[in-house]
């Protein structure tokens, strides 16, 4: 009802683009961006915004201001924890701040954590209408070697569009937000794995700590979703495994849908090696648009033998 909406009026539309980095293994940056989420969410808890506001004095100081004073003070952490349960005036003007002895060490902890960590900005710019965005930063993850086990999670770049409308007819505003979420094109199977859509001998497991989907040659057919994908111009995918047991040959069927579905390629994978992690090629059919895709694997005989497929990749 607003009807094209051709500029940007004061933030409006928001169209934002960030890059989230890969999960790390590292404890430390965990367990600080969990602080910072669980001091948010106390904040909204206890009502913390009826006093202060993120950029703006109200009764209180704005958060941001409070996080600069102590940015770069070693004991800030600790005096903040002590002040939240203490509470006090005379910092920031005559006003009491009321002291939350209620709350725990460690929840006062994450609050203080999330204040500090308003110092620095992080919030995403809004961008034009139309322009273009860099889709290089994922590069940098990469293994050194195309031919090892894939093992990035959590890595996507993300556009956000959100539009407030101008209300209408004694009627409030409404805010619209629609999201985009852009994924590197090789993945690792056990972060996309479908343990609804998968047949009994086809599992999650670890092998020297690389997660990976163990498939049993005892077993006629085994399979499993990965979710919806663009195929458009993707010419073939790489399939990486590793093969335990005996070095039997495994056909892989790329189907759409689920099990019965169409075949959209197919081809054979085999150890060059047992326990050494193998890439093997596999040509799709032409297909255009999103399509759910399923995996199916078996073995060229009846088998003791085990592969466990690791990662997938999407060629052009």
């Known amino acids: 009802e607003d009807g094209v909406i051709s500029t940007v009026e004061n933030g409006n539309p928001l169209i934002t683009f960030t890059y989230v980095e890969p999960e790390k293994k590292s404890a430390l940056g965990h367990q600080t961006a969990n602080l910072i989420d669980q001091g948010k969410a106390l904040v909204d808890a206890n009502n913390c915004l009826g006093c202060h506001k993120l950029d703006e004095k109200i009764v209180g100081p704005a958060f941001r201001d409070v996080a600069k004073k102590y940015q770069k003070d070693p004991a800030a952490l600790v005096y903040l924890v002590n002040k939240i349960g203490n509470g006090g005036a005379g910092v920031w003007g005559e006003m009491n701040m009321p002291g ?25 710019k809004g961008l034009a209408l139309s322009g273009k965005v860099d889709l290089e930063s994922h590069q940098k993850n990469s293994p050194t070697g195309s031919n090892k086990p894939y093992a990035i999670n959590g890595e996507a770049y993300i556009f956000i569009a959100k539009y407030t409308d101008k209300g209408a007819h004694n ?80 056909l892989v069927e790329i189907r759409r849908d689920n099990a019965e579905g169409e075949v959209l390629g197919s081809g054979t994978i085999s150890p060059s090696r047992l326990k050494t992690y193998d890439r093997s090629s596999i040509a799709l059919k032409s297909t255009s648009g999103f399509s759910e895709l399923y995996i ?8 003791t033998a085990e592969v466990r497929l690791q990662d997938i990749s999407f060629e052009k």
Do not use: C, M
Not at 100 to 124: C, I, K, M, N, Q
Not at 228 to 246: C, H
Not at 298 to 303: G, S
């Open 100 to 124: 939350f002895s209620g709350l725990s060490e460690a929840e006062r902890t994450a609050l203080a954590t999330y204040v500090l960590s308003l110092a620095v900005d992080h919030s995403p």
């Open 171 to 250: 009627l409030a505003p409404i805010t619209a937000t629609e999201q985009i979420r852009l994924i590197p094109p090789r993945l690792d199977f056990d972060s996309v794995f479908s343990a609804a859509s998968a047949t009994k001998e086809a599992t999650q497991d670890t092998y020297n700590e690389v997660k990976t989907i163990k498939i049993l040659g005892s077993e006629a057919v085994s399979g499993f979703g990965i979710g919806r994908y663009d195929l458009t111009s993707v010419k073939s995918v790489k399939v990486g495994a590793l093969f335990f047991k005996e070095t039997t040959k495994w």
């Open 296 to 303: 199916s694997v078996k073995p060229e005989q009846k088998t």
